[in-house]
């Protein structure tokens, strides 16, 4: 696997030499952690065939079941606070809607914040992470993505097979993993390199690709669930959204949940 992704990998990639295969892990995320406060250089990514405790936000699990996935994640090292960063999952995101456009020929939507979706079905999951010198600047920044690349409706547990999807149900096509993977890696680099410069571009191209804005959502925060409309999303990621008796409030993801009409999305 990991000599067909070099192979398919750009020439312009210039992180060959620190990416890794493993055929199961735990979790890329945690592993390239560990890795990251030995020191291990900005690039350095690690790819997994199988996750046995795959992490997702909010402290939830990622399925992450054999030879039907790419399970990704990269290390970053940007020059600058953390307060720089708010934007770095919405920037994987819409990098990771080029890498999916670009092996499909399908530009998947973005539902706020960070989730890949095609119709209501989620194929796509980030995971950022940062970590912190004993001083409290910025370390490092663990991105990890977990993507549906082959299953079926019928592969995914029943809990999930309603709002769960993949890039072979997306195009009704194969798809090879490894292409999946090398697009991945190349768009990742690509945004690292416009990382700190390219933020209003990034988000004029986030907004245009999430499917959340303009649309009735319902926020659920604690207990308490409230409707509201989504009208954009700001320069830190934050969702803009009017109530009905017209305030505006901007929310972020750490705070609320969404809910559009169809349940998931
Ligand atoms: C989510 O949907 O809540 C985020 C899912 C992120 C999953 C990826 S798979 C690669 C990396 N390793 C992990 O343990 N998690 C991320």
Redesign the pocket.
Known sequence: MKDEILSLLSPQYPWRETLAYFPEI?????R?KQLAQEGTPAGTALI?GH?T??????G?S?F?PEGV?????ILLRPQCEAAQLMHLTCATAVAMCDAMERVTGVRPGIKWT??LVFGTR?L????TELGFTPQGGLDYAVV????NCCQRETDFPPEIRDMAGSLAMMTGKNIDRAQVAASMLDALYRMNETLLTGVDAMFTQYRKDCVTLGHPVSLVRGGEVRHAFAETVDEAGALVVRYPDGHREAVNSGEVSVRGMYGYL
């Open positions: 735990d979790s890329t995320n945690s390239l997994a996750q405790g795959g992490r997702g936000r909010k939830r990622f992450s996935g790419i399970y990704l994640s960070n989730d989620k796509s999951g980030i995971l990890g993505i977990g993507v």
